[in-house]
């Protein structure tokens, strides 16, 4: 989380007149490119908004606004959850915050995903406070067709983005949301906010990860690789 200077067109429709505002990322849900090509940005103002605030930067498209902190990354959509909040046609560029994914979850070349057309399913908070549980409304689910692999080091705030042998996704099994099992294909990778860890434990050598939510229940994510080297994966993920 840091404070980020932007030149604002536009607050919620009202004409800012090019003023220079400081923005929190962590209240940044997703922004996206408007017609002229400058930045249309989710914003939840904490202290008084109930509903997002829309925030148009004058002349700073996505992609240079995301240069501006590691929590922010561009990313392509080929397919959205049709209650998400998020308007745009499939195969849009937008860009997310790293701290607003519960799950995102996608093949190695190992287990069947075809080379050269990545597809992951990421499960991303679009509430108001970023803690929503993964079964809420509010979690919804995005195609991503970024090869988030390649991005390595640009996965800061995610346990996976790097693991004990260099590389990118922590191996999952299957996770149990409030009881009910969900498996993975093998070969399956897994990352994820550690904003989103309860708990991690270890059971027959494998760790398992209790998410937190914002409801009764637990939703368990049970990896296949061991608690020592999910906590190796955990190790560099400061968010700036």
Same mark, same amino acid.
């Given at each position: 989380?840091?404070?980020?200077?932007?030149? @604002?067109?536009?607050?919620?429709?009202?004409?800012?007149? %090019? $003023?220079?505002? #400081? +923005?929190?990322?962590?209240?940044?849900?997703?922004?996206?490119?408007?017609?002229?090509?400058?930045?249309? /940005?989710?914003?939840?103002? +904490?202290?008084?908004?109930?509903?997002?605030?829309?925030?148009? +930067?004058?002349?700073? $498209?996505?992609?240079?606004?995301?240069?501006?902190?590691?929590?922010?990354?561009?990313?392509? !959509?080929?397919?959205?959850?049709?209650?998400?909040?998020?308007?745009?046609?499939?195969?849009?560029? @937008?860009?997310?915050?790293?701290?607003?994914?519960?799950?995102?979850? %996608?093949?190695?070349?190992?287990? %069947?995903?075809?080379?050269?057309?990545?597809?992951?399913?990421?499960?991303?908070?679009?509430?108001?406070?970023?803690?929503?549980?993964?079964?809420?409304?509010?979690?919804?689910?995005?195609?991503?067709?970024?090869?988030?692999?390649?991005?390595?080091?640009?996965?800061?705030?995610?346990?996976?983005?790097?693991?004990?042998?260099?590389?990118?996704?922590?191996? /999952?099994?299957?996770?149990? @949301?409030?009881?009910?099992? /969900?498996?993975?294909? $093998?070969?399956?990778?897994?990352?994820?906010?550690?904003?989103? /860890?309860?708990?991690?434990?270890? !059971?027959?050598?494998?760790?398992?990860?209790?998410?937190?939510?914002?409801? !009764? %229940?637990?939703?368990? +994510?049970?990896?296949?690789?061991?608690?020592?080297?999910? @906590? #190796?994966?955990?190790?560099?993920?400061?968010?700036?």
């Amino acid at each position: 989380m840091k404070l980020i200077s932007a030149t @604002i067109t536009k607050w919620n429709g009202q004409d800012m007149g %090019g $003023a220079t505002m #400081a +923005l929190n990322t962590e209240s940044i849900v997703y922004a996206v490119d408007n017609e002229d090509g400058a930045a249309e /940005v989710t914003y939840y103002d +904490l202290a008084f908004s109930a509903r997002p605030i829309k925030v148009l +930067l004058q002349n700073l $498209a996505i992609e240079d606004f995301a240069s501006q902190s590691k929590q922010l990354l561009k990313v392509s !959509v080929s397919h959205k959850g049709a209650s998400s909040a998020l308007s745009l046609p499939a195969n849009s560029s @937008i860009l997310i915050n790293l701290d607003r994914i519960i799950l995102m979850t %996608g093949l190695d070349a190992g287990g %069947g995903a075809d080379v050269g057309s990545p597809v992951y399913e990421m499960t991303y908070d679009e509430s108001r406070t970023n803690c929503t549980g993964i079964d809420s409304p509010f979690a919804m689910t995005w195609k991503v067709t970024t090869d988030m692999e390649d991005e390595g080091e640009n996965m800061v705030g995610l346990v996976g983005n790097v693991d004990t042998a260099g590389e990118n996704g922590v191996a /999952v099994n299957s996770m149990s @949301i409030n009881g009910i099992d /969900v498996d993975y294909e $093998a070969g399956t990778l897994a990352w994820f906010s550690t904003k989103r /860890v309860a708990t991690a434990f270890d !059971v027959d050598s494998k760790a398992v990860v209790k998410f937190k939510g914002d409801k !009764v %229940g637990f939703s368990y +994510l049970k990896t296949n690789i061991s608690l020592a080297n999910l @906590i #190796a994966a955990s190790a560099d993920v400061d968010t700036l």
